[in-house]
């Protein structure tokens, strides 16, 4: 059986429960060793074969899989944050399909949620925004057309920007074009829970700059919309004024 585990965004003690456990009974585990904090492995038991991704092709991850399948053997696939995110699991899967080998895929915390808890924030603020988009700069891997940044800009929601912190100059430029102000706020979040995290608050006119200073050129996630300073509305959820299912309104208006 191969399971692909989401390893959470760093912070060994932020996988979860079944994560772990997985990890803990694992013959073989792949991990994304460019990504991947190595003290996730320290829960491997003795003897267990241990392979680093960063150095493998496809075919070799694959050719590990299989050996490991026909010994009967349990595969634990090691992703950074949640593996359905820039993890490239889909073509695993699709190939473990054709060749007949059973997968599961175990959930993570994705490295947007641990950004925000280190700023700490709230991306859905009512008032400000109740989207938010996880994008990517166009790189040596291209984008749709349909999703250029400045068009997601466009928006005006909350966005995660991933994969981009090499890219800040364009990046910066992009966002402005699609209709945010060089003042709006943003925030370059480096390694987000792991031990040298480091949190930078800036706008997205400052994006190259508050990198340089704090000497970030990758691993970082860069944050921007009106979530991280806008005023906001309380929540109705919680406001006396407003009833729903499990509480009646205790008083007739709702608080500003």
């Known amino acids: 059986m191969i399971h692909f585990v989401g390893a959470g965004p760093g912070a060994p003690d932020l996988i979860t429960l079944r994560g772990h456990r997985l990890l803990c009974e694992a013959d073989v585990i792949i991990y994304a060793g460019s ?53 490239a699991i ?37 008032g400000v925004s109740q989207t938010v988009i996880l994008t990517r700069m166009a790189g ?25 912190a090499g890219m800040l100059p364009e990046l910066s430029e992009r966002l402005i074009a699609g209709g945010y102000s060089p003042d709006s706020p943003a925030a370059i ?7 040298d995290e480091i949190v930078c608050r800036c706008t997205v006119g400052t994006l190259v700059q508050a990198a340089q200073e ?22 109705r959820l919680y406001d006396p004024g407003f009833s729903h299912a499990f509480r009646p309104a205790s008083s007739t208006e709702d608080t500003p």
């Open 140 to 164: 040596r891997t291209p984008v749709p057309e349909r999703e250029e940044i400045a068009g997601l800009a466009a928006h005006g929601a909350s966005m995660a920007i991933f994969l981009s």
């Open 214 to 235: 704090k000497g970030i050129t990758k691993t970082a996630l860069i944050l921007a919309g009106g979530f991280l300073k806008e005023p906001y509305r309380r929540s």
């Open 90 to 126: 889909q073509e695993q899967m699709d190939a473990l399909r054709q060749k007949g080998i059973p997968y599961a895929v175990t959930p993570g915390v994705s490295s947007f949620c641990a950004a925000a808890a280190a700023l700490p924030a709230e991306y859905t603020l009512p």
């Open 35 to 87: 990504l991947v904090n190595p003290a996730l492995l320290d829960a491997a038991k003795e003897g267990c074969a241990i392979h680093n991704s960063a150095c493998m092709t496809l075919e070799e991850v694959l050719a590990v899989m299989e050996q490991a399948e026909r010994e009967q053997k349990t595969t634990v696939r090691l992703h950074t944050g949640d593996p359905c995110l820039y993890g």
């Open 189 to 195: 979040v480096y390694k987000a829970s792991w031990p």
